[in-house]
């Protein structure tokens, strides 16, 4: 199933924040959105969830998604925000049920508890399942919330930068699971990231923005460059190879450019 988004813009009032936005992503892709704060990331990602309703086109699986109720996006498309609200003292088990509420019709089924059951075998946190959330580190939540994502059978899961505010460990351990997921549940995954180099590592493609509009797509190995880096971000940086991986190192601001 190909995401195809066609001039998509968007505005707040009277300030616009996308510019005629267009790209695909294919099934079991990693399509990363990468740049500098403010240049229309998380806005994208909410404008194609439904969140925000934005002109142009997005389409989904042969559909459009204005053509859509709530529900039916609801079961193509799950959506992990950056901001993870924590409300009542709810149990791991019960967070990743609240996933399946696009199929709960009146009580939750038999199958409603073996999908969730499932889904933390698959994704390996048996040890959390009924831990409250209230007790769990941050990756550990981050995990669990892209088990509730995938407890929904979506097609398609929009990320809001998940290793924000991460370790370095669990930073490793949650982009792996997305990148396990994608591969095996052919999942397309369209990820906001802010880490150049985890995104080199783990994204299939990225989608570099500045400004609300896309200025480079393709391979991080050959797109990234001290050029890029330089117009997109402001900043002077080396490039490096290190055990088969690109790196980006800053070096120093640009004096007088404004990312």
């Known amino acids: 199933m190909t995401l195809s988004v066609r001039d998509l813009s968007f505005s ?3 300030r616009k924040i996308l510019h005629g936005i267009s790209f695909e992503a294919a099934t079991g892709e990693v399509l990363g959105i ?21 002109q142009g086109e997005v389409e989904f699986a042969g559909k ?19 901001a993870l609200t924590m409300g009542m003292a709810m149990s791991v088990f019960e967070t990743i049920l609240l996933g399946r509420r696009p199929y ?3 009580s939750v089924s038999d199958t409603d508890i073996e999908r969730v059951s499932m889904i933390i075998d698959d994704l390996g946190i048996q040890h959390l399942a009924f831990r409250s959330m209230t007790q769990i580190s941050g990756g550990e939540r981050q995990k669990v919330m892209i088990a509730r994502a995938m407890v929904q059978d979506p097609s398609l ?5 998940p290793t ?10 949650v982009m792996e699971l997305v990148q396990r997921v994608s591969r095996e549940k052919q999942v397309s995954v369209l990820m906001a990231v802010h880490d150049l180099n985890l995104a080199s590592r783990f994204c299939d493609r990225l989608m570099v923005m500045k400004e609300g509009r896309v200025v480079a797509l393709g391979k991080p190995s050959e797109l990234l460059n001290e050029t890029l ?9 080396m490039i490096t190879r290190q055990s088969g991986f690109l790196q980006v190192i ?6 007088g450019i404004l990312a």
Not at 36 to 42: F, I, L
Not at 164 to 173: F, I, K, P, T
Request: net charge negative; charged share 25%; with cysteine.
């Open 157 to 161: 899961l929009l990320l809001d930068e």
């Open 64 to 82: 459009y998604l204005e053509d859509m109720t709530t529900t039916e996006v609801a079961q193509l498309i799950a959506y992990v925000p950056q």
């Open 164 to 173: 924000s505010a991460l370790d370095l460990r669990h930073q490793l351990e």
């Open 12 to 14: 707040y009032g009277d």
């Open 229 to 237: 880096i330089r117009d997109v971000y402001g900043v002077e940086a």
């Open 104 to 106: 709960i019709r009146w």
């Open 34 to 54: 990468a740049g500098p704060n403010g240049c229309g990331k998380t806005t994208l990602i909410k404008c194609i969830d439904r969140i925000f309703e934005p």
């Open 250 to 255: 800053p070096v120093c601001p640009v004096r």
